[in-house]
């Protein structure tokens, strides 16, 4: 074999300009997803430290005025006053398993609680079944008189871009809307957190509490891990396909 066909057989690394250009776009990409799915895992697992430190907490009044809302999520209060049974709400579409362990559709009942202070705090109660919505199913659980629930407090939180509107005149609610939900009870406004009741059973077992989700899921690191390791596959996939030989 000569020396011209060892070298024309030999290969070199010659990319194309188009394969670089849509390597370097690709690359990028990849690799500004996998950095955000690590930001992602540092903000979360802050959270989770946040809310483990607060929920474990004794439980606190809520006063009347509330300068710094976020100070406030996810910390156990205990609340005073008059529920406003009269000016109920549903929120929902929620689950909750059944009798027979299958999953059924219900709503959360949101009560306003009338305080001493002046304040009006909107009381989530909990779940109940659709057929439960009518209140005269569920009378035992509407206690009148002053009563105290002890809670986890919690911020109303974005609606998402997936909830559709909220139908105020059918009272039904898919996100919190703070100001629209006090004008559709007639109260002045709400402190801007809601008290998600505890789990202690209501008279007659409607509504049912404690459904404050404290577990939340942290799989960024592994979607980091995914992100780049694509970004490496298309890089050696780059590489490899850019080793030609001289006449290609």
Request: hydrophobic share 40%; glycine share 10%.
């Amino acid at each position: 074999m000569s020396a011209d066909t060892a070298d024309g057989n030999r290969r070199r690394f010659r990319p194309t300009l188009w394969m670089t250009v849509a390597m370097v776009v690709c690359l990028a990409i990849l690799v500004g997803l996998g950095t955000w799915q690590m930001q992602r895992l540092a903000w979360k697992t802050d959270l989770i430290q946040r809310i483990e430190t607060r929920v474990g907490g004794d439980p606190v009044p809520l006063p009347a005025t509330i300068d710094d809302p976020d100070a406030w999520d996810y910390r156990p209060v205990t609340v005073t006053g008059r529920l406003l049974h009269d000016r109920e709400l549903f929120i929902g579409p929620r689950l909750d398993k059944g009798p027979d362990g299958l999953n059924r559709t219900g709503v959360h009942v949101l009560t306003p609680m009338a305080r001493d202070d002046g304040s009006t705090v909107l009381i989530d109660r909990g779940y109940i079944p659709m057929d439960r919505r009518d209140p005269a199913m569920r009378a035992e659980g509407r206690p009148e008189g002053t009563v105290t629930i002890t809670g986890i407090a919690r911020l109303p939180g974005e609606r998402s871009w997936l909830q559709p509107d909220n139908d105020a005149a059918g009272n039904q609610w898919f996100w919190f809307d703070l100001p629209a939900m006090a004008a559709a009870t007639g109260v002045r406004g709400f402190a801007p957190v809601i008290v998600q009741a505890g789990p202690e059973p209501n008279p007659g077992g409607w509504p049912v509490g404690g459904r404050t989700i404290v577990q939340l899921t942290n799989n960024h690191l592994s979607y980091a891990l995914t992100w780049y390791g694509l970004a490496l596959t298309l890089l050696g996939v780059y590489v490899a396909a850019s080793f030609r030989k001289a006449g290609d």
